[in-house]
């Protein structure tokens, strides 16, 4: 029975994620790195700033950390209450899933690869797409908590193909992203009203996430604010790329994609937001999508 839960990693995703604990469970420990950050929370939300060792004593435990390895290095050295299911939220790598849940199993705890998407709008709304790879019956288990903070939530299969699916998705939303940087500076050389060029797209074959909702409402409005970073879409379509190797397929536009979102993030100023990595294409044409 689960009764307590904890969250790990109080970033953009992890904090908003949280919030929505404390309407199931009745305890519900909250750690962050800077650990100020869990105290805010607890006053905020009415959750527990704990230490980690506490915190892993929940029955379900989520974390959303920037990558897999920092979730591995964190979870080494811990007593994970045994018959917990760890739900790592983390956009992370599929071999990495599927270490950590042959080593927890060992040690009676349930670990599911559980990426969302959604942005921290879909966190803020508890409206998050899961897609979850791992045991079936660790996923039903874990499925009503999850269905605190998520509105679609699929099992994908075993472990690491909820981060498979992950990486893959956000490789597609940057080659849509690329695409209609490429796209747009075309039609901004040529003297296009870019504001009535974007609605015709948008109601045509060639639209995309990309241009119905990254070009008009961060990058033509010139905001990019930041609610998720370049370096951490970077490590996404370096994930999929691995994914495409190890299969031994051949998948150039994803390859170039990864190459190109690598050198916008590499070259973006610190703390960009994704959509920034529009600016590479806007500095190589002297042209503004705007
Ligand atoms: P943030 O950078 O906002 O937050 C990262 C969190 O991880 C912070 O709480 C940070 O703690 C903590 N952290 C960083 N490094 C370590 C470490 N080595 N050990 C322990 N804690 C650490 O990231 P996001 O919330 O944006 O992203 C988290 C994950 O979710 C990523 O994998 C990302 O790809 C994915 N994601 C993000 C989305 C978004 O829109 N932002 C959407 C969907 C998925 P501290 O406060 O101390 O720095």
Known sequence: MIQSAAFIGLGAMGYRMAAHLPKRFDTVYVWNRNF???????????????????AVQADVIFSCLPTSA??????????????????DCTSGVPETAQKLAQALKAKNVD???APVSGQTIGAETATLTFMIGGDAQAFERALPAVQVLGKLIKHVGESGAGFAVKAVNNMLMAVNLCAAAEGFTALKAHGVNLNEALD?????SGKSNATETILPQRVMNRSFPLTFALPLLAKDTGIAVDLVRQARLSAPVIALTQSLIQAASDTAAPNSDFSSAVKMYE???KLTIE
């Open 36 to 54: 100020s950050k869990a105290e805010q929370h607890a006053a905020e939300y009415g959750t527990q700033a704990a230490e980690l060792n506490q």
């Open 70 to 87: 920092d979730v591995e290095a964190l979870i080494e050295n811990l007593a994970i209450k045994p018959g917990a299911i760890w739900i």
């Open 111 to 113: 670990f599911l690869d």
């Open 200 to 204: 015709c797209i948008n109601a045509s």
């Open 283 to 285: 500095t190589w044409s």
